[in-house]
């Protein structure tokens, strides 16, 4: 009978740090500055990736990769980085408009470098 309190309370534990890990995972934002890509948590810079090392962007994935997911279901969300240096050479994220983050991430990389930096 004590083993079967000690089973609901492990369910309990893991539903509760469950729910918690997909509430904090949902407050990852990404933000794309005249040089890098960053992905912030809180306000806070997790990651950058220098704009300077994309090599292409694609929604396709191959090999193994670098996640930062903000949702918890990212099927038709995913868009990946492809990078010049690295081990990991894709560096995946899931902005909630794929296709306008992808054509803004473009437009920043193509801006001469003199007009970045001002």
């Not at 902005?95 to 983050?101: A, Q, T």
């Amino acid at each position: 009978m004590i083993w079967m309190i000690w089973w609901i309370r492990l369910l309990l534990v893991a539903i509760i740090l469950g729910s918690l890990a997909l509430s904090l995972v949902t407050l990852i934002r990404y933000r794309i500055t005249s040089q890098n890509l960053e992905v912030r948590f809180l306000g806070l810079c997790l990651r950058r990736l220098p704009l300077d090392d994309i090599r292409y962007i694609s929604k396709h994935r191959s090999g193994w990769a670098e996640f930062w997911w903000n949702t918890p279901w990212p099927a038709k969300r995913v868009l990946v980085i492809r990078r010049r240096s690295g081990w990991l050479k894709n560096f995946v994220i899931t902005p909630r408009n794929r296709y306008v983050f992808k054509a803004e991430l473009n437009r920043a990389r193509q801006q001469p470098i003199e007009e970045r930096d001002e």
